[in-house]
């Protein structure tokens, strides 16, 4: 058994995937680790090239889009491993950013998760590599821009964490599905990915349920990457939103509709739907 597999989801992102497992096979040496690309129907779907041209690389074709849960579901339980890396497509591995998480995973077993630091292609903090779990005040709070406006407070700035050092190390309660790392024993405890989700919230309910059931999930600045966000789903602004806020009310309903007070529900839904449709 290989000691990582690093799963990637791909979907119409074929010159960024490239570039991709270009930095993954440079900047990747002191890990025993295999790859697998689980394709959701893209248009160019034709990876003969890079399968030729990288060892221990696979990939899988869907032939319609399964959705991001399901797809690194498909790619976990094709090649077991020790850990697992779940990695966007469109992301750029820098400076050992995998050989040093897995090495800060293997470390510290209490720890179930681990996040880099992932940055904006202008070296800026990513704010959504590191953030609480949603809750109805934080969004409340990001809605209204105090998030924005009071980056340094405790109590307005916990969406992102942006009163936090972003140069050390921090236990967090969720990091981003972008470059998301765990070990095999995690599954063990809480299962796979929910599949509920299609694209986005995944990563947010994955680590919710590893901290309900007392894993730790840490931000790891030493270890960096370059992600070019959501290129491939800028194509289509509109559907993006709608499977934003679809995630949001599927994570609301799981983890806190039956505690709410039925005004609470109707208030958090009904803001939801709003969200839906004109954005924000």
């Known amino acids: 058994m290989k000691k990582l597999t690093v799963v990637i989801a791909n979907y119409n992102s074929r010159d960024y995937l490239e570039k991709c497992l270009e930095s993954l096979y440079q900047e990747t040496k002191k890990t025993d680790y295999q790859v697998v690309v689980v394709d959701n129907a893209s248009r160019d779907s034709d990876f003969s090239s890079l399968e030729n041209r990288h060892s221990n690389l696979h990939f899988l074709l869907n032939e ?10 498909q790619g976990i339980r094709f090649l077991s491993a020790e850990f697992y890396l779940l990695l966007n497509p469109d992301c750029q591995i820098l400076d050992g950013a995998i050989d040093k998480s897995l090495k800060f995973l293997e470390a510290h077993p209490e720890v179930g998760i681990v996040g880099c630091r992932v940055n904006n292609p202008d070296g800026s903090l990513q704010l959504a ?48 599905g972008s470059f998301l790392m765990f070990p ?5 405890a809480i299962g796979y990915l929910d599949e509920s989700f299609f694209l986005y919230g995944e990563d947010l309910d994955f680590c919710y349920r ?37 995630a949001m009310e599927i994570f609301y309903r799981k983890h806190y509709y039956t505690q709410a007070s039925f005004f609470q529900k109707l208030l958090v839904l009904a ?10």
């Open 129 to 176: 590599c590191r953030r609480t779990i949603p809750r109805p005040s934080t969004a409340l709070y990001r809605l209204l821009k105090l998030s924005f406006l009071f980056p340094a407070s405790k109590r307005f700035g916990r969406y992102n964490l942006t009163y936090l050092d972003e140069g050390r190390t921090h236990e967090v309660e969720a990091v981003s």
């Open 210 to 246: 590893a901290f309900l059931k007392g894993w730790k999930v840490y931000y790891y600045p030493e270890a960096e990457i370059i992600h070019h966000k959501g290129r491939s789903s800028r194509r289509d602004a509109g559907r993006g939103r709608r499977h934003f806020y679809d």
């Open 64 to 73: 319609t889009n399964l959705g991001f849960a399901t797809a690194c579901n």
């Open 271 to 280: 803001g939801l739907r709003v969200m839906r449709v004109i954005g924000g």
């Open 184 to 188: 095999n024993a995690l599954l063990d």
